[in-house]
């Protein structure tokens, strides 16, 4: 209120001060336009926007890392930030040198770099992304697999997932294997118990279907 206050003396007093605010915007874009009324941009944004850029050099490496645990190693923001500027382009590249060889530690085959000049970061976000992927694929599929199988589009899904688990399986590492397999075992479990349930709940219903004519059969005999 002291910058309208200023700009606005005799008004302060007696208008409120959604009235003044109109006024001073409209006072704001006078002075940002020539005048034919095209923009005009002023040397103070210029010199905000290269604040905003160089405040992430400041900003000490414990606080940093924390925001990079927060964005999470999957989001695509992390190859935003090394085009901020150079700066953050040798931050991240540092980063993504010392994080590559852990996420690759998943892969028995790593995954191949799309082209000679992809960055350490786009290596180690598409290797943790598609670990991330197996991961969350693993984890619906047992949720299903605690929960019984209502038809037949849940049992084709269930083995679609465990399928495509197979096939990329011999390219993680051991240990992600061994969960692939143990897992796709109990839906071939759970996928042959509920075909049995069904063969035998057709051959109960057929048989009944036999029997009642037969009955009906009798006592229509009997009258």
């Not at 210029?46 to 050099?57: G, P």
């Not at 000490?60 to 190859?79: D, K, M, R």
């Not at 060889?101 to 000679?116: G, I």
């Not at 109990?186 to 279907?209: D, P, R």
Request: aromatic share 4%; proline share 6%.
């Amino acid at each position: 209120m002291g910058v309208l206050q200023r700009q606005f003396p005799s008004r302060c007093k007696r208008e409120s001060p959604e009235i003044i605010m109109r006024e001073h915007q409209k006072f704001s874009k006078r002075q940002f336009s020539d005048t034919d009324g095209n923009a005009v941009v002023q040397p103070a944004l210029k010199k905000i926007k290269c604040t905003s850029e160089s405040v992430l050099e400041w900003i000490p490496p414990e606080i940093f890392c924390q925001i990079l645990s927060f964005v999470g190693p999957t989001s695509t923001s992390l190859v935003a930030l090394s085009e901020v500027n150079t700066y953050m382009n040798k931050t991240m590249n540092a980063i993504g040198n010392a994080m590559l060889p852990r996420a690759q530690s998943n892969f028995r085959v790593p995954l191949v770099p799309l082209s000679p000049n992809e960055s350490c970061t786009s290596l180690f976000l598409r290797h943790a992304r598609a670990c991330s992927k197996v991961l969350h694929e693993l984890a619906n599929l047992r949720v299903r697999l605690n929960q019984n199988l209502p038809d037949v589009a849940a049992v084709n899904q269930a083995m679609e997932t465990a399928l495509h688990l197979l096939e990329v399986g011999p390219a993680l590492s051991v240990s992600l294997e061994r969960q692939i397999l143990s897992t796709a075992g109990k839906t071939g479990g759970k996928v042959f118990k509920w075909t049995k349930n069904q063969v035998l709940h057709n051959l109960a219903h057929a048989e009944m279907s036999t029997i009642v004519p037969h009955q009906e059969r009798l006592v229509m005999a009997r009258l």
